[in-house]
């Protein structure tokens, strides 16, 4: 009778062991540095989705803004179409990951492509920014150009001369510019990137890769194998 018990009870363990190990599945993925291998419950997740979640957390996406208007357009809409494609695993913070890069993704190609019309429609640049925002103020100058604009340029040249490393160059090159005849358009360009543009791109809700997204990538498994690694 006792050995009977114990039969029914091995067999038992044994058919648990067996399912359990049916249900951990392994996956390989890498990073800059190494090659690891993780043991998930096939339960919860596919191979398909930690591979594709994996994809949104070891890069991040952004928008080439080489080229044309129409260029840039295509571009966002390829990158749009392959973000939303990323089958993530059913999990909030990865969720929130795609939809957040999603929405980074948006508000750049919004003002990316603003900043390209902005010679013939600079007054998109002050609506597309907050008001009395940096960017604001770097907005308005470009729209009401002449001497108003002149007067930015050179007060942005002054503060970017506060942090670098060869400051006289800069003055130099804005004096060389003030002496030409296009010098408006000089100090459109300049406003226009150094001004309006970093500080408009300051404002949007950027995906910060701080290490957060991996380690709560790796959390998803239930153990995680290193492979192998280059020398850093």
């Known amino acids: 009778m006792v050995n009977m018990v114990f039969f029914r009870c091995f067999v038992s363990f044994y058919l648990l062991v067996q399912v359990a190990f049916a ?21 919860k997740f596919t191979e398909k989705q930690l591979l594709s979640t994996y994809r949104i957390v070891g890069m991040g996406y952004s928008i080439d803004d080489r080229g044309t208007s129409a260029e840039l357009t295509a571009r966002y809409e390829s990158t749009i179409r392959e973000v939303r494609a990323i089958d993530v695993v059913e999990d909030t913070y990865f969720k929130k990951l795609k939809a957040d890069m999603l929405a980074y993704l948006k508000q ?22 907050q008001k009395d925002s940096k960017a604001w103020y770097y907005a ?24 670098n490393a060869w400051p006289e160059n800069l003055w130099n090159t804005y004096l060389e510019n003030m002496s030409k005849d296009n010098r408006l358009d000089l100090a459109f360009d300049y406003v226009l990137v150094y001004g309006w543009w970093n500080s408009a791109n300051s404002l949007v809700d950027h995906v910060v890769y701080d290490g957060t997204q991996m380690k709560n990538f790796l959390a998803l498994f239930i153990k995680v194998d290193t492979l192998n690694c280059d020398e850093p």
């Open 108 to 129: 750049t190609y919004t003002l990316k492509k603003i900043e390209k019309n902005a010679r013939t429609k600079p007054e998109d640049l002050i609506a597309a920014v």
């Open 23 to 43: 249900q951990t599945k392994t996956v390989e993925f890498s990073d800059e540095l190494c090659r690891y291998r993780g043991h998930y419950d096939s339960r």
């Open 140 to 163: 308005q100058a470009l729209n009401n150009g002449g001497e108003q604009l002149l007067k930015v340029y050179e007060e942005l040249v002054k503060s970017k001369m506060v942090d």
